[in-house]
């Protein structure tokens, strides 16, 4: 009896198996509608027109020049903006270059939307992202051009990959034969076919961020408190909540102050 149990059970097992496989992947084709595009302000200001106009999706909404005064800046693009922000595009370090996925992710938290930053990612994380309705910065080249990769090192001594004409859209939909990507460089949306888009993606490591509502952002805020991030003294961003009757903080989006 026992063994005709544990049969059944693993006869049921089996007969899921397949459901589960294709539970898990993403349908032929997605669309994210609602991303409004906007041309970047300044010759290498990519990744900041990316973010904001990722973050206005989400209602969070400020301005490219707002976004870029927070970010760091740094001659290690993973640490923040390297160079000058108006030279033309194709500059590369150290006069002129962009930033990396990190510094855009913690910049993106620290204006209320749970933001994450990604490398070495793949194509099928990219459609399970879209299709569940988030779009996603990009990380490739201008026109997918394929330049090749070049070593940069830092004043902290940290060697980077860098490439010229390095690029981001949002990611906002695909097909079976590639990406609808908005171009931070006119803020129009364009299709690229996969054998385009993976190449050039490939030579800054597959680099992305995605974002997401801040979970904190739909509890009660406590009394007296504005809507959104505020300004304090010292320059931090503080989100004030009331969970369960205990008061506590978000500070810049990022870490969390109050009772356990």
């Given at each position: ?5 544990v ?16 539970a ?14 906007h ?79 990604r ?13 569940v ?13 394929l ?13 980077s ?12 939909g ?10 931070a ?13 993976d190449?050039a ?5 597959r ?27 010292g ?26």
């Amino acid at each position: 009896m026992r063994r005709m149990a544990v049969a059944i059970v693993l006869y049921v097992v089996a007969s899921l198996l397949p459901r589960i496989a294709y539970a898990d992947e993403s349908p032929p084709s997605a669309f994210v509608q609602g991303v409004v595009g906007h041309p970047q302000e300044h010759n290498l200001s990519c990744e900041s027109r990316s973010a904001t106009d990722l973050a206005a999706y989400w209602g969070a909404v400020f301005s490219e020049d707002d976004f870029f005064r927070r970010l760091p800046k740094s001659d290690n693009p993973y640490r923040g903006f390297l160079g000058d922000v108006d030279l033309p595009p194709g500059t590369m370090p150290p006069a002129g270059y962009g930033v990396y996925g990190g510094p855009i992710a913690a910049n993106l938290r620290s204006f209320g939307l749970d933001a994450r930053s990604r490398r070495e990612w793949n194509l099928e994380g990219l459609k399970a992202e879209l299709a569940v309705g988030r779009p996603v910065i990009v990380w490739a080249t201008y026109d997918m051009r394929l330049p090749g990769v070049e070593a940069w090192t830092s004043s902290d001594g940290a060697t980077s990959v860098v490439v010229q004409w390095q690029h981001t859209f949002i990611a906002v939909g695909y097909d079976e034969g590639g990406l609808y990507l908005v171009d931070a460089y006119d803020g129009t949306e364009k299709y690229f076919t996969y054998e385009a888009f993976d190449p050039a993606w490939a030579q800054l490591g597959r680099m992305a961020v995605t974002a997401d509502q801040n979970p904190w952002a739909d509890q009660n805020p406590v009394e007296g408190s504005v809507e959104g991030p505020a300004t304090q003294p010292g320059g931090r961003m503080w989100a004030a909540t009331d969970i369960d009757g205990r008061r506590s903080f978000v500070v810049d989006g990022r870490w969390w102050i109050g009772p356990e």
